[in-house]
């Protein structure tokens, strides 16, 4: 999702405090509106279904409103959190694509084409379309990134100090 596709369609208005706050859909929209388009208040203005002869004085003084700032910095805080992958979804990724084979890009006759190479994604490093080749990534790279993400490669660590010994464990 790109920052000019949001729309109240998408957004969990319940889940954003802020936004739900405002007191009609017309401010809501104006507050997506006005983050989707960078900060244009007379635009935002306009698609939330403001007088078009009024919306550039509307859109400013709307933005101004308090509870509309708060729910613009909500929505902008919502859109940015949402970009980012999280442990599972990197950990996801990475599975793919080092459980990735040849077969996944390869038709029921054995044959390599566009379409396969665009289902398979993740797992294709480089596609030569004039030749054929196909270049998939590196599996074993793909498991020890997931291995260090999830520290299967940490040593048990024992520090003796004096009488105390600290233990770290890797569980």
């Given at each position: 999702?790109?920052?000019?596709?949001?729309?109240?369609?998408?957004?969990?208005v319940d889940d954003i405090p802020e936004l739900k706050a405002l007191t009609?859909?017309?401010?809501?929209?104006?507050?997506?509106?006005?983050?989707?388009?960078?900060?244009?208040?007379?635009?935002a203005a306009r698609k939330a279904g403001y007088s078009e002869k009024t919306a550039n004085r509307t859109g400013g003084q709307i933005?101004?409103?308090?509870?509309?700032?708060?729910?613009?910095?909500?929505v902008r805080e919502?859109?940015?959190?949402n970009l980012i992958l999280s442990k599972n979804e990197a950990l996801s990724i990475l599975s793919?694509?080092?459980?990735?084979?040849?077969?996944?890009?390869?038709?029921?006759?054995?044959?390599?084409?566009?379409?396969?190479?665009?289902k398979a994604g993740r797992i294709i490093e480089s596609y030569d379309e004039e030749s054929g080749k196909v270049k998939l990534r590196d599996p074993r790279a793909a498991i020890e990134t997931i291995g260090k993400v999830l520290g299967w490669f940490r040593d048990d660590i024992k520090i003796h100090a004096g009488n105390v010994e600290i233990r770290m464990e890797h569980l």
């Open positions: 999702m790109e920052l000019k596709d949001l729309s109240l369609d998408i957004l969990p009609n859909d017309r401010q809501r929209n104006f507050a997506v509106f006005y983050v989707a388009n960078g900060g244009n208040g007379a635009d933005a101004k409103t308090p509870s509309v700032k708060a729910a613009v910095r909500a919502w859109f940015f959190a793919q694509m080092a459980r990735g084979s040849i077969a996944d890009v390869m038709d029921a006759d054995g044959s390599i084409n566009k379409n396969t190479i665009r």
